[in-house]
Structure formats: C-alpha cells, structure tokens
C-alpha cells in the first residue's frame, strides 16, 4: 500500500522556523522526486518546493527562496523540508507529493499537515 504521510507542522510565530517531514512507503522512493506543495484557504494549491531523486537537483518556489530547504534521505524514505522565517503568507495545508519521470505525472500524494504562522 502506498502512502506517503506529512508531519511537522503547527503554529508559529512570524520569523519562526518548522521542519516537515514527509515518509513514505510503498513504492521504491529513490526512483521518485517529491515535492512540497501548499494550499491556503481560497487559493489554488502551488508548488514550494522539489528536490530530485537523486537529491543532486532542488527547485524552490519565488516566495521561499532563501528561507525553505528541502532535503532527502532515501536510507529513511523521507524528505524533509526546514522553513524559516515563516511568515503570515506561508499559512497553508502542505501536502508532499512523488513524481514519476517517465510519465510526468505526481503519482502519489499524502494527506497534508497545517502549518499557521501567526503572532
């Protein structure tokens, strides 16, 4: 059964710092790139973050750059992703993902962790 489960988040203050973690299990993880992805109330969900299978390629959204990071390790089948500097914008349900490149499709999906930055 495949499953891939977000953990991390909560409330924090503005200039705060949370670190998700997203585990998986259930299909060969290190064949995958996972993604971060979030979606505020009223808004369409959006890409955070990505980082390859291999972990030699990362991608980061305009709005985090300079305070996400995102990090793997296939030995643990997890990827981590470490906010700082969180602020009121960054509100949202984030949901990890896993993406298969030879269809280009985000296969598999968890379930979503609420991270709420507010003073």
């Known amino acids: 059964q495949v499953q891939l489960v977000e953990s991390g988040g909560g409330l924090v203050q503005p200039g705060g710092s949370l670190r998700l973690s997203c585990g998986a299990s259930g299909f060969i993880f290190d064949h995958y790139a996972i993604g971060w992805f979030r979606q505020a109330p009223g808004k369409e969900r959006e890409g955070v973050s990505c980082i390859s299978s291999s972990d030699d390629n990362t991608y980061y959204a305009d709005p985090v750059k300079g305070r996400f990071t995102i990090s793997r390790d296939n030995a643990k089948n997890t990827v981590y992703l470490q906010m700082n500097s969180l602020k009121p914008d960054d509100t949202a349900v984030y949901y990890c993902?896993?993406?298969?490149?030879?269809?280009?499709?985000?296969?598999?999906w968890g379930q979503g962790t609420q991270v709420t930055v507010s003073s």
């Open positions: 993902a896993a993406h298969d490149s030879e269809r280009d499709s985000w296969d598999y």
